[in-house]
């Protein structure tokens, strides 16, 4: 199930289930999305990424859905596994502010034995 | 391996004091490089823009006389919190791109 906690919500799935993160973004103009993991203690860690002349990509056990009709993002994750267990951040890079990268709230994934 | 590294890793320091945080990009010559900053829970905020040759690009709300950025050659930035204080207390992480981020630094101001 999903909660929100102090300040980042979190996701709790079953080992070997799929995980889905969703995210909003606030700005039409960003042409391009990324999806990183932080564990605790890193920093962000590049998972994949999307142009907004997509709507769907596909990596190794990941898949990013972009819907910019609602502005959303979401993230897929499939059999997920304890190693997965980090926080989840999208980010979008905004045309009209030199291209920076403005990272979204973040959810945590919390995976149950 | 890595390709951007930070040093230190992590600092505690006495308020009002300076510290200095050192972002490299190892196998990439960065003309630019972004320093973001992450409170307990929260995400990264952008607080700069790291320029090459010139001046930093500060985001709205951070003070750029308070956190002094240079950036002195192709592979090396710095971050320097003048006279720190508590609320300065933060993980602060740099990247060369999109793809690369450093593995950020912890500071603690006693």
């Known amino acids: 199930g999903e909660s929100v906690g102090l300040h980042l919500p979190t996701l709790s799935v079953q080992e070997g289930d799929n995980s889905i993160i969703n995210c909003a973004y606030s700005?039409?103009?960003?042409?391009?999305f990324i999806w990183y993991k932080q564990e605790s203690g890193k920093g962000p860690q590049f998972i994949i990424d999307?142009?907004?002349?997509?709507d769907k990509r596909q990596g190794q056990r990941v898949t990013v859905l972009l819907n910019k009709t609602v502005k959303h993002l979401s993230l897929q994750i499939a059999a997920t596994q304890p190693g997965d267990s980090a926080v989840y951040f999208c980010?979008?890079?905004?045309?009209?502010?030199?291209?920076?990268?403005?990272f979204g709230k973040g959810t945590r994934l919390h995976i149950l034995p | 391996g890595a390709v951007v590294s930070q040093h230190p890793s992590w600092v505690i320091c006495k308020s009002g004091t300076s510290v200095k945080i050192e972002c490299r990009s190892l196998d990439f010559q960065a003309t630019t490089m972004f320093w973001y900053r992450q409170f307990p829970k929260q995400s990264l905020m952008l607080m700069a823009t790291?320029?090459?040759?010139?001046?930093?690009?500060?985001e709205q709300g951070v003070e750029k006389d308070k956190f002094l950025i240079n950036h002195a050659s192709l592979t090396l930035s710095t971050l320097t919190v003048t006279s720190a204080h508590p609320e300065d207390s933060s993980f602060y992480i740099c990247s060369q791109n999109e793809q690369f981020f450093g593995p950020g630094t912890r500071l603690t101001v006693l």
């Open positions: 700005n039409s103009a960003s042409d391009y």
């Open positions: 999307i142009r907004s002349n997509m």
């Open positions: 980010a979008e890079r905004y045309m009209n502010r030199d291209d920076k990268i403005i």
């Open positions: 790291s320029n090459e040759g010139s001046k930093a690009t500060y």
